[in-house]
Each structure stands twice: as structure tokens, then as C-alpha cells.
């Protein structure tokens, strides 16, 4: 590392090579050991601006968090105003410059150039700031009930009206779709004529002035409740491609939730995305859609919304880019004939930013393609490319295993039940996560059915597959005292996985065998169990805020790791965390030993 003062950054290549010289001279390099504090509030020299050589640094002001590299400086408030709320942490070891604040003020007095870009920086970052605030204000809107929100009261036209009188109706309450009332053999129903379906309608063979509406109205009309949040209106809108919603109470039409309505509550870019995705035809589109995610999930995580939200949209957009994709490689035969499924953290939808591909096919029976296999590679190839690492255990459509007819997959779940193969019960235990995501979902429920019919009465292979909550060692005891008093030790890790996530996971997914349920996340499968009553409600919520709590502990620490240019992983050192999160993960810890504590009970595992 040189000893001399870099003056490539901004702002200080504005500098003269006198004024430069003069700095040179002043200059003092500092050195900080990973996790040591450089400065806190009301405590670090006033007199001074840090500029970073090497390494990374943590800086937190005003609520507003930020990771800092090679020749980025803080404390500029402090030299120019006296006064600081910055408090600054080094995330790996980290050389800096430190700049006497007399030397800056008369630098900033001589050199328009280099002042100019010193306050065009400040307000830079002032701007980014608010935008954060900005955001997160927004963020809370989305936990609006939607009827709370701008809900369009309804119109409503008789079925055997026709377009020319629709239109003019339209036109007349300056609105641009309407309730269709009608008769059906019978029965009463109720539709929906939009401006966009006007232009499928001027295609009909009868003329606009004959044309019933509820010729080319549509009846298969999505609703939610109004007491539903504004993100689920989200999901559902993502979920069905559609923009518009039914709000209902009970059978009552209440109004209609449009896109453009919610969107004025939104502030992250998922339908922009979403409609990438849709006009998305060739790979390489896609891909652009897809890197975009990351930044969603960073912008919803620094606005403050609950990580519960983040996990569910998130499971979304990436449910609609492995359905594109697979329709971009896959012949529409090959689409038709089989079911492409996401498993693990995906299939929960408990995954957030990209960590492995855990996917697999079932194929109709009797049904073959020549381009089965070169269409699975490229399938895994193109997801390496969106960010998703190939899956350690191998578990992708590329691997045969994976990758059958429903015939040859039902032996497959056999062997796994009553084979000697040790994986045999940790495969099951993936299946039993997966979601359907292209091609024919009756294949998966086929699949999943006859699993759960063969588990019944089979209490030695679920408790044998229950006793994985005990593969992993958890922490001595002596480390349980040290956890809250953790301070400038030697550095001490913890698996957000193996120690955290997992017991919680595994065990709701082999209690969720047991008993036949078909929800799929984690916290459903919980929240059925209390109303079984199989698991005390106390213990539930608990669990449940557990887990959301480690899965948010895990998104701050992945993004920290990409910050600083490292591979996503579940180790977080403990030296890096507040006293909060200390006091939050030694309860959580306590709450995952109850719960394993119960399962051994239930299951009669030895201890």
C-alpha cells in the first residue's frame, strides 16, 4: 500500500500540485482493525475528514446507513459545520487518511473547482438521503388497507346493452371500464368491460352497434377483501396480469382497485419489471429484467418494509421470470407436457436475494422430447447468468434425478419412504416444498398427493427425517453467556441457517407431512398447526416472529456482504452486530431450542 496521498478521487483531483504538496504534507495515515469503531456520535474529532485507502467502512447518519471505499471521505459536515451525528465502523481492516480541517477550510476558500465539487457531493448524498426517506414514506403506505385507498365506485351496464351505447356511456362519465350486469341460463353474474377490451371487440364479425357487451365483457373477475393490505392487491394484480380488481364484501361489490390507482402508493418498480418480463423475447432481455430484482429488494429493504412483504413479491417476479424463460427455451409442446417446479427457500417463497437454483421437471407419462436434455442446460445456464449460482446438491433439472416422468418420480418418492438411501428423506423434504411455476400444475399435485397418501402410518420414516433438526451443532454454553457481551474478542460467527432457519423450516415441513397439510411457506404451515392445536399458539408466534426476524437479520448481512464484494453466505459475525440484534438472537435461540425440545418429544428422538 503506498504511503502517498491519492489524489485521483473527486474531489481532490481539482487540486493544484501546490495545494497538493500542502495536503501531502498534513496528511495522517491511520490504521483500524475490522469492527473497531472510527468514530461515534458527538465523539469523533470535529477537526478532522477521513478519507478510506483501503477497506470498507460503515457510516450511519441521520438514520441513513452506508458503506464507504477506496477514496470516499466522511465528516464533512463535522469540518464544515462543528457539528456531527456520524458514527463510523470498519468492516474489514482499514487504511485512511486523516485531513486537518484548517487545511480544508483554506483549500475551500482558494480553489472555486475543488469547493464546487465538495458541495455538489454534499448535496448528492443530501439528495440520495431524502429519496430514502422519501421511499420509505411510501413503503408505508403499502400496508394501507385497501379500503383506505382510492377504491373507483362501480358503473354498471345491462349485458344486452351494445358497444356503440357501452362506449358512449364510457365517454359520457369519463371512465374507462364498467360493470356488466347479465343472466346466464338462469343465474345472475357479474362482469367487467374495459377500453381494452374495446379494441378486441372492433374485431368481432358483428358490428359495434349490434355487439352485445357481454359478448366480449369478462366474468372470471379477480376480488379481494377490503380489509386486505395494499401489497396483496400487488400480488394479486402481478400474480393474474391483470389491472384491475374487484373490492368485495362478501358478495358485495364495493368498487374496483385499479394499477394506476395503487400505483400512486408504490415505490418500487415490480410492475415495470413484471413487464419487462412480458415483452421480454430473447434471453438476453430477459436477463435485464431479472438483474433488476436485486435492486427492488435493496430499495424495499432500506424503506423499511417487513421482510414477510419483500420475501412474498419477491417469489413473484422470479415465479414470472423462470415461466418466461422456460417459454423462451422450451418448445410449446415440451411446455405443455410437463411442469417446471422451484423448491426449497423458493418454493416457500422464503428466498430473497439469489443463492442457488433448486428447481426440477416432471414430465407427462409416455410423453418424450429429442431437445429434453439441451433445453434443461440451457435452462440452468441462462438462470447462471441472472445471478443464480448452480445448486450445490445438484438439484436442477439437469440432473435426471430431477427430471422424470410422474411414473418414474412415484418410484422415485417410494425409495425415498422405505430405501436405504441416507439423502432418501432430505430429498422428500425438498419435494415436499415444491411450487408449480410453468406447464401443467396437475402433474406436481399428482406428484404431491401420492406422496402424502404413501406417508400415512409411515411415523418412523417422518421422525427419522424430523431428526435432521439435530445435524447441526449448536453453540457451546459457554458461548450463550458470551453473546450479549460480545466485545473486541477474537471473531465469533453464527449460521443464520443451520442454527436459525433451519430447525424452524424442517420442523413445520415434517409436522406439515404428518399431518397432510398443503400449505407450502413456513409461517402457513405453523399457523395450521396452532388451529390443529398440535402446537401451543404461544409457541407459534413466537416461532413466527423468529423467523422473520432471522430472515431480516439475513437480508441486512447478505447486502452488507455484496457490499463489500463478497459471496452471499449464512455466517454472520457476531462482532458486527448491535446490542439489539445480540438481545433478539440469543431469544431466538431459546425459542428454537423449545421448539426442537417438542419435536424430539413428539417424534421420541433420542436426545
Not at 475543488?114 to 403506505?141: Q, Y
Not at 378486441?200 to 357487451?213: E, I, K, M, N, R
Not at 427425517?465 to 460467527?493: C, H, K, N, V, Y
Not at 399457523?527 to 404461544?538: D, E, T, V
Amino acid at each position: 500500500m503506498s504511503d502517498d496521498f491519492s489524489f485521483e478521487s473527486t474531489p481532490f483531483n481539482e487540486l493544484s500540485s501546490t495545494e497538493r504538496s500542502l495536503l501531502q504534507a498534513l496528511a495522517v495515515q491511520v490504521t483500524h482493525r475490522a469492527g473497531e469503531a472510527m468514530a461515534r456520535p458527538n465523539a469523533l474529532p470535529l477537526q478532522l475528514l477521513w478519507v478510506v485507502q483501503s477497506g470498507h467502512v460503515q457510516q450511519e447518519e441521520d438514520g441513513h446507513l452506508h458503506v464507504l471505499g477506496k477514496g470516499e471521505a466522511f465528516n464533512w459536515r463535522g469540518v464544515l459545520t462543528g457539528h456531527s451525528q456520524l458514527s463510523a465502523t470498519a468492516l474489514d481492516e482499514v487504511q485512511a487518511w486523516q485531513l486537518p480541517k484548517d487545511t480544508l477550510l483554506h483549500l475551500l476558500a482558494n480553489n472555486a473547482r475543488f469547493s464546487a465539487k465538495v458541495f455538489a457531493e454534499l448535496a448528492r448524498h443530501l439528495t440520495a438521503d431524502e429519496e430514502i426517506e422519501h421511499n420509505r414514506e411510501l413503503m408505508s403506505l403499502m400496508l394501507v388497507r385497501v379500503k383506505d385507498a382510492y377504491v373507483q365506485k362501480p358503473f354498471y351496464v345491462d349485458g344486452a346493452l351494445d358497444l356503440v351505447s357501452v362506449c358512449k356511456a364510457l365517454s359520457e362519465h369519463k371512465i374507462s371500464h364498467t360493470m356488466v350486469r347479465d343472466v346466464q341460463q338462469g343465474v345472475a353474474r357479474i362482469g367487467m368491460f374495459t377500453t381494452t377490451d374495446l379494441r378486441d371487440a372492433l374485431l368481432h364479425p358483428t358490428p359495434p352497434s349490434q355487439l352485445a357487451v357481454r359478448d366480449v365483457a369478462r366474468f372470471d373477475l379477480i376480488s379481494l377483501s377490503p380489509d386486505a393490505e395494499l401489497f396483496e392487491a400487488l400480488l394479486i394484480m402481478l400474480r393474474h396480469r391483470v389491472h384491475r380488481v374487484l373490492v368485495k364484501n362478501g358478495d358485495t361489490i364495493i368498487g374496483v382497485l385499479s394499477q394506476l390507482d395503487l400505483m400512486s402508493f408504490m415505490s418500487n418498480h415490480s410492475h415495470l419489471i413484471t413487464l419487462q418480463v412480458e415483452q421480454a423475447h430473447t434471453v438476453v432481455e430477459l436477463q435485464l429484467a431479472a438483474r433488476q430484482v436485486d435492486e427492488t429488494i435493496k430499495l424495499l429493504q432500506r424503506g423499511g418494509m417487513r421482510i414477510e412483504i419483500i420475501s412474498r413479491l419477491v417469489s413473484e417476479l422470479n415465479s414470472q421470470i423462470f415461466a418466461r424463460l422456460w417459454a423462451l427455451l422450451a418448445p410449446p409442446e415440451l411446455v405443455q407436457n410437463s411442469c417446471l417446479l422451484v423448491m426449497g427457500s423458493e418454493g416457500r417463497s422464503e428466498q430473497i436475494l439469489k443463492t442457488d437454483q433448486d428447481n426440477a421437471l416432471l414430465l407427462r407419462d409416455g410423453f418424450d422430447h429429442a431437445q429434453l436434455e439441451n433445453v434443461a442446460r440451457q435452462f440452468s445456464a441462462a438462470l447462471l447468468t441472472f445471478g443464480y449460482p448452480p445448486c450445490p446438491g445438484n438439484i436442477m433439472v439437469t440432473n435426471p434425478l430431477w427430471c422424470q416422468s410422474l411414473g418414474g418420480f412415484r418410484k422415485t418418492i417410494g425409495q425415498w419412504l422405505f430405501g436405504t438411501d441416507p439423502e432418501g428423506k432430505m430429498n422428500l423434504a425438498i419435494f415436499l416444498d415444491a411450487r408449480a411455476v410453468a406447464g401443467d400444475a396437475t402433474l406436481l399435485h399428482n406428484a404431491r398427493e401420492f406422496a402424502l397418501n404413501l406417508a400415512i402410518g409411515s411415523d418412523t420414516f417422518i421422525g427419522r427425517m424430523a431428526s435432521a433438526i439435530d445435524q447441526f451443532a449448536e453453540p457451546a454454553s459457554g458461548w450463550w453467556q458470551r453473546l450479549p457481551l460480545l466485545g473486541s474478542r477474537e471473531p465469533e460467527t453464527f449460521d443464520l441457517k443451520k442454527i436459525g432457519t433451519f430447525p424452524i423450516v424442517h420442523g413445520a415441513r415434517a409436522l406439515a407431512l404428518q399431518y397432510r397439510l398443503e400449505a407450502l411457506s413456513t409461517v402457513e404451515r405453523l399457523q395450521a398447526l396452532a388451529n390443529l392445536h398440535i402446537l401451543p399458539a404461544a409457541l407459534v408466534r413466537d416461532l413466527i416472529e423468529t423467523l422473520r426476524m432471522l430472515m431480516a437479520l439475513k437480508l441486512r448481512n447478505n447486502l452488507r456482504q455484496q457490499a463489500l464484494g463478497q459471496a452471499i453466505g449464512n455466517l454472520v459475525e457476531l462482532s458486527s452486530l448491535g446490542t439489539l440484534d445480540r438481545d433478539q438472537l440469543t431469544d431466538a435461540l431459546g425459542i428454537i431450542r423449545q421448539f426442537k425440545q417438542f419435536l424430539r418429544l413428539h417424534y421420541r428422538l433420542e436426545t
